[in-house]
């Protein structure tokens, strides 16, 4: 009998699991579907901010061949400090969404020293800020609050500070990681070189080939300016993305969760079923052996 | 006549992709038209209006906070903060020109540019 109630409880827990994931799964899409709306609306605009410029920086390295004077657009060859900004999320049971972000931090953290360069790590999200601690590696920067909830004014405020570091040269090149939205079951890693703008990889693709008129005419105005809000954009985008990110990747750890906790609840009815027939088997055999005595 | 191609991105989408016969950006270093085979050229814009004169001839404006803009033969991009288009039907027409004046109001730069800006768009709103 001890058995019975035992395997009753069991089922009990596993069908309020099961509710718990499957109320999370339809916060999750809930969340998702306001996200990707807002990530939608912006994409448009962080792209044609991108391709901008992306055009100027190519534009400068074909003009000039000896070497680019702004300090946003120059080339650092070998880089001997880097700035890594990673986006995790503040919350976890959201499958791999945060551990393959840390990975790749891993990765570059090791293919960096292997170069002897040295990085500073910048965290936005607790899940990131979490183990790095508890591994002992050194952060310089952590924002909590930020990945959950993306506000334009504080990612802006953020990145300032960092792209200040790299003008200062405290730094030589900022590379921005976060895990991206690809559609509501894929989830990818995206790795940006924010700063210096990367123009090499490009292809050369422009349709107009005259000459690029800029005004105000003093270079510095409009690319200070242009390169302050590419950096703030890229930065805010990266945080909706990375949001809309997880809460697809925590729609489909719960589904899997919500879909276990199902089977194992079958699983255990049956077994229930069995045990229960056991027993009253038993019973029978019991009563029935004892009036056979009774005789 | 030729026609170019014109888009505005704002962070909040695309808010208009069309053919155009011009347009008059309010650029940093003052006000200038766009035609068809503009030579290449990348601008800030200031605080002010983007007036489109469209292919059937009908005028559109804009009202923008800032941003920049690239221009190329074939086709222009501007890339703004924020915006409020300043067209269409009589009955959003009020709305739309009190959201944008409360939109050049909020870029606080310099008072000259949105006085200009604010006047014009006023303008604009008694000629439709």
Redesign the interface.
Known sequence: MANLKEIKRKIGSVKNTQKTTNAMKLVSSAKLKRTEELA???R??AA??TE?IE??AQKMQHSNAEGIDNVYFKDIPNPKKVDIVFITADKGLCGGFNSQTIKRVNQLLSDYKAKDVKVRLRAIGRKGIDYFKFNNIELSDEIIGLSAAPDFKQAAEFITEVAESYVNGETDKIVLVHNGYVNMITQEIKEDHLLPVDASELELNT??T???????DDDD??LD??VK?YIE?TMYYSLIDSLAAEHSARMQAMDAATKNAKEMVKDLNVKYNKARQEAITTELIEIISGMESMK | MELMKLEIVTPNGMIFDGEVKQVTLPGAEGEFGVLPKHATLVSLLDTGVIVIEKADGSEVAVAINSGYVKVEEEKTTCIVDGAVAISGEESDLAKALEDAKALLKSAETSNTAIASAVSKVEQIGKSF
Do not use: F
């Not at chain 1, 005259?210 to 105000?216: A, H, K, R, T």
């Open positions: 939608k609306r912006s448009v605009y044609k901010l901008l055009e100027i349709v107009s005259s000459e690029l008129e800029v005004e105000p105005t409009l300016a242009l809000r954009y």
